[in-house]
């Protein structure tokens, strides 16, 4: 048994959070809330649980030591994502040479690119596309070239392949930025289609950019491969990049890493995040990310996904139930992409008018179209089942009907 919370309502007023105060976040706009409703936070990709106590635990002890001077990171860093990688995706021989720290995900992100590609580059990204992806390259000065993932017969997103070939080859482009688990999608590739992925990535000398930020946060019965895993060749031209901030809900203490086996690209991604004389570590998101990454973390994440992909599959058939809507259910990740086009069409109206009617009754869902969704909205489902259920019951009464 283990004390971890899951079920509770986290009141998290007064405590700097986005999630329920989103006119506090410049990149987002919500309609006025209706009088005698209150706030359900569905949007953003933070949890709505209290974190792992061997984190609270770790910082609390840090803490007590009043003094917070100029540090370094400490071998229980290093120790505790190498055990981390190893025991969650069986990567063996990482060294404390492969790993940095980075701010930021998406910072990483920049400064990889920035490693393979010159300003007004073209750079390869998948569609559907996280819009951190969107904003953090057309604001670094590149050009995003989108492939678009296609839905088989059964309704899973695949990489078009030749599509991506044609891309690469037309605008001779040398940076993809690759999202495993995929970001909104919630796809967990397979082995197979990383090593024709990273195959092809070969073939045009193309380094990859792989965000393996979701990698922890699987639904039961599927396994992350890390795609550096895939090919000797995939180890030496990809940067990928990884955090407990998702993981753990840590993205409020910020503290990224990522991992670049290849010596030179190595070398080329450190200089250029050193330059911005930004990309520091916090002495508390050392200690949260050693915390984190403990036994008592680790079964802090295993109970973790059996209550988000319980929370999943409530979802999909609540979504699935309703004429007109449609939702692939994801393979990992907390969050979903119900497509509205043929609810939409029937009555005449369009999913900013769904998503407004929604946002108005407290269910602060997301905007589909800025990553590529035209008629989707995504949706957070980490949060307690209680709450969930109480943003369905107000579609039923107020939207959806």
């Given at each position: 048994?283990?004390?971890?919370n899951?079920?509770?309502?986290l009141?998290?007023?007064?405590?700097?959070?986005?999630?329920?105060?989103?006119?506090?976040?410049?990149?987002?706009?919500?309609?006025?809330?209706?009088?005698?409703?209150?706030?359900?936070p569905?949007?953003?990709?933070?949890?709505?649980?209290?974190?792992?106590?061997?984190?609270?635990?770790?910082?609390i002890?840090?803490?007590?030591?009043?003094?917070?001077?100029?540090?370094?990171?400490?071998?229980a860093?290093?120790?505790?994502?190498?055990?981390?990688q190893?025991?969650?995706?069986?990567?063996?021989?990482?060294?404390?040479?492969?790993?940095?720290?980075?701010?930021?995900?998406?910072?990483?992100?920049?400064?990889?690119?920035?490693?393979?590609?010159?300003?007004?580059?073209?750079?390869?990204?998948?569609?559907?596309?996280?819009?951190?992806?969107?904003?953090?390259?057309?604001?670094?000065?590149?050009?995003?070239?989108?492939?678009?993932?296609?839905?088989?017969?059964?309704?899973i997103?695949?990489?078009?392949?030749?599509?991506?070939?044609?891309?690469?080859k037309?605008?001779?482009?040398?940076?993809?930025?690759?999202?495993?688990?995929?970001?909104?999608?919630?796809?967990v590739?397979?082995?197979?289609?990383?090593?024709?992925?990273?195959?092809?990535?070969?073939?045009?000398?193309?380094?990859?950019?792989?965000?393996?930020?979701?990698?922890?946060?699987?639904?039961?019965?599927?396994?992350?491969?890390?795609?550096?895993?895939?090919?000797?060749?995939?180890?030496?031209r990809?940067?990928?990049?990884?955090?407990?901030?998702?993981?753990?809900n840590?993205?409020?203490?910020?503290?990224?890493?990522?991992?670049?086996?290849?010596?030179?690209?190595?070398d080329?991604?450190?200089?250029?995040?050193?330059?911005?004389?930004?990309?520091?570590?916090?002495?508390l998101?050392?200690?949260a990310?050693i915390?984190?990454?403990?036994?008592?973390?680790a079964?802090?994440?295993?109970?973790?996904?059996?209550?988000?992909?319980?929370?999943?599959?409530?979802?999909?058939?609540?979504?699935?139930a309703?004429?007109?809507?449609?939702?692939?259910p994801?393979?990992?990740?907390?969050?979903?992409?119900p497509?509205?086009?043929?609810?939409c069409?029937?009555?005449?109206?369009?999913?900013?008018?769904?998503?407004?009617?929604?946002?108005?009754?407290?269910?602060l869902?997301?905007?589909?179209?800025?990553?590529?969704?035209d008629t989707?909205?995504?949706?957070?489902?980490?949060?307690?089942?209680?709450?969930?259920?109480?943003?369905?019951?107000?579609?039923?009464?107020?939207?959806?009907?």
């Amino acid at each position: 048994m283990n004390d971890f919370n899951f079920t509770d309502i986290l009141d998290r007023t007064g405590k700097d959070a986005v999630a329920i105060d989103p006119e506090a976040a410049s990149f987002a706009e919500f309609p006025p809330l209706k009088e005698g409703f209150s706030r359900i936070p569905m949007w953003v990709a933070d949890m709505n649980f209290p974190t792992a106590p061997s984190i609270t635990k770790a910082i609390i002890d840090r803490a007590e030591h009043p003094a917070f001077g100029y540090f370094i990171p400490t071998d229980a860093y290093y120790d505790a994502i190498i055990h981390w990688q190893k025991t969650r995706n069986g990567v063996d021989g990482l060294s404390k040479e492969a790993i940095g720290y980075e701010n930021g995900v998406l910072g990483g992100v920049v400064s990889a690119v920035r490693a393979a590609a010159a300003p007004d580059d073209k750079v390869l990204v998948h569609s559907p596309t996280y819009i951190g992806f969107t904003h953090a390259l057309e604001d670094a000065g590149y050009r995003i070239v989108l492939s678009e993932l296609k839905k088989d017969s059964d309704g899973i997103y695949r990489m078009d392949f030749d599509d991506m070939e044609a891309k690469l080859k037309a605008h001779k482009i040398h940076a993809v930025v690759f999202c495993s688990p995929h970001n909104p999608t919630g796809r967990v590739w397979r082995e197979d289609e990383l090593k024709d992925a990273m195959a092809l990535f070969g073939q045009y000398d193309v380094t990859v950019i792989s965000d393996e930020i979701w990698s922890d946060l699987l639904l039961s019965g599927q396994t992350h491969i890390p795609t550096q895993s895939v090919s000797d060749d995939a180890k030496n031209r990809t940067v990928a990049l990884y955090a407990p901030s998702k993981t753990f809900n840590l993205a409020g203490l910020v503290g990224s890493y990522h991992i670049v086996y290849n010596k030179t690209l190595r070398d080329r991604v450190r200089a250029i995040s050193s330059k911005t004389c930004y990309n520091s570590m916090n002495v508390l998101s050392m200690h949260a990310l050693i915390g984190a990454y403990s036994e008592t973390g680790a079964a802090w994440v295993d109970a973790l996904r059996e209550v988000i992909t319980r929370n999943v599959t409530l979802a999909c058939d609540y979504f699935n139930a309703k004429p007109g809507i449609k939702v692939t259910p994801p393979q990992g990740t907390y969050m979903i992409f119900p497509d509205f086009a043929e609810w939409c069409e029937a009555r005449h109206t369009d999913v900013g008018a769904v998503l407004k009617a929604g946002q108005e009754v407290g269910v602060l869902w997301q905007d589909g179209r800025p990553f590529h969704g035209d008629t989707h909205i995504r949706l957070n489902l980490a949060l307690p089942e209680s709450r969930m259920n109480e943003a369905f019951e107000r579609l039923d009464k107020y939207v959806l009907i």
